[in-house]
């Protein structure tokens, strides 16, 4: 049986803001809870949306190595945002952090985010060959 891994703890990424862990491992699988561009010196949302993709990305790199992965295993995104204008931001960061391992991708404009946030992503990736060794060896 496959166990499941959690994990809420990931140096030089801002602790959850709330009750939940940064990523679930599962199966050869990593699932990334929604990531925001939180400058982790103030706690709080990067003043400008640039920033805050280049923030999001950041973390989401640092998130993915921490359960041996990357960006270019990501199978998966779904993007929250507040505003829709701020698409083709969204799509200029895509193009530039995944550049020819674009995921599938859902966006979807929400009413609100955590701490008047105005984007969010969360990922599903697929874990590298010795990653997955390395999980199966630990639950055995």
Aim: proline share 5%; no cysteine; hydrophobic share 40%.
């Amino acid at each position: 049986m496959n166990d499941i891994r959690r994990n809420s703890r990931i140096d030089g990424i801002p602790e959850p803001t709330g009750p939940f862990h940064w990523t679930a491992e599962w199966n050869g699988l990593a699932f990334v809870s929604g990531v925001r561009g939180i400058d982790p010196l103030t706690g709080q949302p990067a003043s400008d949306d640039a920033r805050r993709l280049e923030l999001i990305f950041e973390h989401l790199r640092r998130i993915l190595a921490s359960v041996g992965s990357s960006l270019e295993q990501v199978l998966s995104s779904t993007v929250y945002v507040t505003d829709m204008n701020v698409r083709p931001k969204v799509n200029d960061a895509y193009i530039k952090a995944f550049g020819l391992h674009l995921p599938t991708r859902t966006i979807v404009q929400v009413a609100a985010l955590n701490q008047n946030d105005s984007i969010e992503i969360a990922v599903i990736a697929a874990k590298t060959a010795a990653a997955r060794d390395d999980s199966s060896q630990k639950s055995s």
